[in-house]
Nanobody
Framework: QVQLVESGGGLVQAGSSLRLSCAAS??????TGWFRQAPGKEREFVAA????????AYADSVKGRFTISRDNAKNTVFLQMNSLKPEDTADYHC????????????????????WGQGTQVTVSS
């Protein structure tokens, strides 16, 4: 059975940094992505990384501040979040796709097959 477990969320001040982790069990995946959902808002794409680790994709709102990476030996994907803003406050979920190549990065939630339970990130002003 596939399981994704996120960790690393918390309450921080604006301008601070956090590093989220997504630990996966089970088979190897193609694209792994991070999505977030704030109260009263729709879920939005944040970042994705290919299985190879060579290809990444970011939402415009986080480009230059967030970095996604992966350690396949540990089956873990990381999201380094710097210069956090209050508008980054949300529940962050990681997700993985079953299909694609080792170079694939998916940016649509509908392309993802497995989801974690989420980790809360709160940024105070």
């Amino acid at each position: 059975q596939v399981q994704l477990v996120e960790s690393g969320g918390g309450l921080v001040q604006a301008g601070s940094s956090l590093r989220l982790s997504c630990a996966a069990s089970g088979r190897a995946f193609s694209s792994t992505g991070w999505f977030r959902q704030a109260p009263g808002k729709e879920r939005e794409f944040v970042a994705a990384v290919s299985y190879s680790g060579t290809n990444t994709a970011y939402a415009d709102s986080v480009k230059g501040r967030f970095t996604i990476s992966r350690d396949n030996a540990k089956n873990t994907v990381f999201l380094q979040m710097n210069s956090l803003k209050p508008e980054d406050t949300a529940d962050y979920h990681c997700a993985c796709t079953r299909w694609g190549t080792i170079y694939s990065t998916a940016v649509s939630a509908g392309e993802y097959d497995y989801w974690g339970q989420g980790t809360q990130v709160t940024v105070s002003s």
